[in-house]
C-alpha cells in the first residue's frame, strides 16, 4: 500500500536546501524514537557491505537516509515527526522467498502483502512503532543481504571488498 500525502506531510526534513547530518535525527527525535532510529542505523551499517546515503527524494518530498550493498537498495529510513518508517523493496522473484522465512514477523509479512507493485518490484511501507519492529526488520534485511550475496557471489566479493 502506498503512503498518503497526509504521511508525507509530518516529514522531518523536507527543505532540499538544506542536507541533514547523519545523525540529526539522534536529536531531533523525541527519546524513544531517536533510540529506534539509532539502532536500525546502527544495525544496518554493520552488515557486510552495506553504505549510508543521505537523500533528498524528490517523490516524497523529503530526505531519506538510503541503505546500498554495490548497486542493490535494501531500504530507506524516512524521519517523520513520530519518529522512523521504513521503504523497502522485495522483487518478484525474492517474494515468495520472503514469505517462507520461519517466524517472519507479521508486520513484514503485512507489508510485503500489502506493497505497492511497480513492474517487477514491490514498494513495501513499514512504521517502526518500538524496539521490536526495529528489531524484526533489522532481522528480516539481513536474511535478505545474505540470500542477495547468495545470489550473486561475484557481486558479493566485489562489495566486500570494497
Known amino acids: 500500500m502506498g503512503r498518503s500525502a497526509a504521511f508525507w506531510a509530518t516529514a522531518l526534513y523536507k527543505n532540499a536546501r538544506e542536507e541533514p547530518a547523519r545523525v540529526a535525527p539522534y536529536k531531533d527525535l523525541a527519546a ?8 536500525l542505523r546502527e544495525g544496518l551499517l ?13 517523490n516524497w ?12 537498495k535494501l531500504c530507506w529510513i524516512h524521519v517523520m515527526q513520530g519518529g522512523a518508517a521504513i521503504t523497502f523493496t522485495i522483487a518478484d522473484q525474492e517474494e515468495s522467498r520472503a514469505l517462507a522465512i520461519p517466524r517472519l514477523p507479521a508486520a513484514i509479512a503485512s ?9 517487477p518490484v514491490r514498494w513495501c511501507a513499514l512504521d517502526v512503532g518500538d524496539q ?5 526488520f533489522l532481522s528480516f534485511v539481513k536474511r535478505k543481504l545474505e540470500w542477495l550475496m547468495a545470489d550473486n557471489p561475484a557481486a558479493a566479493r566485489r562489495t566486500l571488498a570494497s
Open 61 to 72: 518530498q523529503s530526505w531519506a537516509w538510503e541503505y546500498t550493498v554495490g548497486h542493490r
Open 46 to 58: 554493520k552488515l557486510p557491505g552495506v553504505t549510508e546515503h543521505v537523500k533528498y527524494m524528490a
Open 111 to 119: 507489508a510485503i502483502r500489502g506493497a505497492q507493485r511497480t513492474g
Open 132 to 136: 521490536k519492529a526495529a528489531d524484526a
Open 32 to 39: 524513544g524514537p531517536a533510540s529506534r532510529f539509532r539502532r
